[in-house]
């Protein structure tokens, strides 16, 4: 159980075009998903936090213009990047917290890989 | 404000031989504790997490780690390597806060400890 998915698992995408990358939790409700961001050989950061049926809120230096987020149902998120540039390059990953059950744990989905030439 | 850091970028261990991944984490509150583990190409991975309860956390795959709060610590041990242990780990913190009744926070992730094991 518990199982999260992201699609497409991995994407090119030419400069100045937008990509949208999608996040569902498959087998239970997620009122809250994360979206966050990995640079090679970094660790995740988080851009930004995904209630539904509400606006996404922006962690600190994350253009809320450049990266929109939607949550428009309990299990799904997207996250699209728009007039990609070659440093939005990177691996994309989102997490979904259960809307009932663990109090404590996010569910991981295996990640986006964008790559913008 | 909370921050995590991991002492060691690399480790690198044979099979057979114990494993340490050192973490000391910072938070103003009662912060939840995890470990997480990145295999290459696929998605995060819980392997243990500390919620307040017992300080010494047990694991999947042999894992544990020990809450130590004098010395603001969380390390992660397991007595034998495995070759399918080799991969990356994430010590993650998380403030608690409520929220209509549930508990969720954002996490902050350390730096990661890419795990070698040789045979």
């Known amino acids: 159980g518990a199982v999260v998915s992201q699609h497409p698992s991995w994407v090119i995408c030419k400069s100045g075009t937008s990509v949208k990358i999608e996040c569902r939790s498959l087998d239970f409700q997620a009122t809250t998903m994360f979206w966050y961001r990995q640079f090679p050989k970094q660790s995740l950061m988080l851009m930004a936090t995904s209630n539904e049926g509400s606006k996404a809120t922006y962690e600190q230096g994350v253009e809320k213009d450049k990266f929109l987020i939607n949550h428009a149902s309990l299990t799904l998120s997207t996250l699209t990047v728009t007039s990609a540039h070659p440093e939005d390059s990177s691996f994309y990953i989102c997490?979904?917290?259960?809307?009932?059950?663990?109090?404590?744990?996010?569910?991981f989905g295996p990640g986006t890989r964008l790559t913008v030439t | 404000a909370q921050s995590v850091t991991q002492l060691d970028s690399h480790v690198s261990v044979s099979e057979g031989t114990p494993v340490l991944l050192r973490c000391n984490y910072s938070?103003?509150?009662?912060?939840?504790l995890f470990w997480y583990v990145q295999h290459p190409n696929k998605g995060l991975q819980l392997l243990l997490k500390?919620?307040?309860?017992?300080?010494l956390v047990k694991g999947i795959n042999g894992f544990e780690a020990e809450f130590k709060k004098s010395e603001t610590s969380f390390h992660l041990t397991k007595p034998s390597a495995h070759m399918s242990d080799a991969a990356e780990y994430f010590c993650v913190v998380k403030k608690g806060t409520n929220a209509g009744g549930t508990s969720y926070g954002k996490l902050t992730f350390g730096q990661g400890t890419i795990l070698t094991v040789h045979p």
């Open positions: 997490s979904a917290h259960p809307a009932s059950g663990s109090n404590y744990e996010q569910y």
């Open positions: 938070s103003s509150y009662s912060p939840s």
């Open positions: 500390y919620t307040s309860a017992a300080t």
